[in-house]
């Protein structure tokens, strides 16, 4: 009797509010009735509970930002609520991928490119032997090659990312987005570099962000990349500060 069975782990959490396991049999229970509203709620006492154990909750973050998306319709509290876990773990895969197909979705591949590019590397939570980890990254590969095939400038990076899991694995799919890469390259144009301008411009954006001028910043690193696309450390520095800015 799922009427009895709730009244009884609402008992025991009379009395400790903070029961996990009260709380994960609560959860299954609220799920199986689909009442994602009050899953939610349950989610959020978990989070609570899990206060000083805050990789703990990592998973309970992004099982409750998935309902707040899929099941509730609210993409905005589902993008806080990955925030809230970029601030725990700033390369939580499921926050990233959500961010990177939030831009994909509203085609600002300035920001997509570098997340796309940053998810086929091996983050730092990643288990190496893994087959789900490097389906991840075969996914986030798939989405940088297409991107790089629209928009030629980010050629160099996808061919870079090919590189690296080229060295962590070995698998058919990786040969064949590099050979993708490769006859693309082969009939594009050939790509304008400017390091020196990069690398001024970088330094640029490095004083403007030393004088509290995060908008002077954002436009040098801006710059810096156009310039030369390899500024990897230019994207890097773009993504925290389209983030700190809710861009």
């Known amino acids: 009797n799922q009427d009895k069975a709730e009244e009884c782990l609402e008992s025991a959490l009379r009395a400790h509010n903070t029961h996990l396991p009260a709380l994960d049999a609560l959860e299954i229970l609220k799920r199986e009735q689909g009442d994602f509203e009050r899953v939610t709620v ?11 154990f805050p990789n703990r ?18 993409p905005d509290v589902a993008e806080e609520t990955y925030a809230r876990a970029l601030t725990i773990d700033s390369e939580f895969r499921p926050a990233l991928l959500f961010a990177a197909k939030n831009a994909l979705e509203e085609k600002n591949e300035s920001v997509a490119i570098p997340l796309y590019n940053q998810l086929t ?10 087959p789900r980890s490097l389906a991840a990254r075969l996914e986030a590969a798939t989405v940088l090659v297409d991107l790089a095939l629209a928009h030629a400038h980010a050629m160099p990076l ?10 962590d694995c070995e698998d058919s799919s990786i040969e064949h987005l590099s050979r993708r890469l490769n006859q693309a390259s082969q009939d594009a144009p050939e ?18 962000r030393n004088n509290g001028d995060t ?5 040098n690193y801006e710059a810096a990349t156009e310039a030369d696309i390899n ?8 993504e925290y500060l389209y983030y700190a800015t809710e861009q």
Not at 122 to 130: E, F, G, I, P, Q
Not at 193 to 204: D, G, H, I, V
Not at 231 to 238: D, F, G, N, S, V
């Open 42 to 52: 349950i989610l959020g006492r978990k989070i609570a509970a899990t206060a000083h």
């Open 57 to 74: 909750q990592l998973a309970i973050l992004d099982r409750l930002a998935f309902i707040q998306k899929e099941k509730l319709n609210r």
């Open 121 to 130: 590397g091996h983050l730092k939570n990643d288990d190496l032997s893994s």
């Open 158 to 167: 996808a061919q870079d990312a090919m590189e690296r899991l080229r060295n």
């Open 191 to 208: 790509l304008q570099r400017n390091p020196q301008l990069a690398k001024e411009k970088f330094e640029a954006a490095e004083e403007c």
């Open 215 to 219: 908008k002077g910043a954002i436009a």
């Open 231 to 238: 500024c990897i450390a230019a994207w890097e520095h773009l």
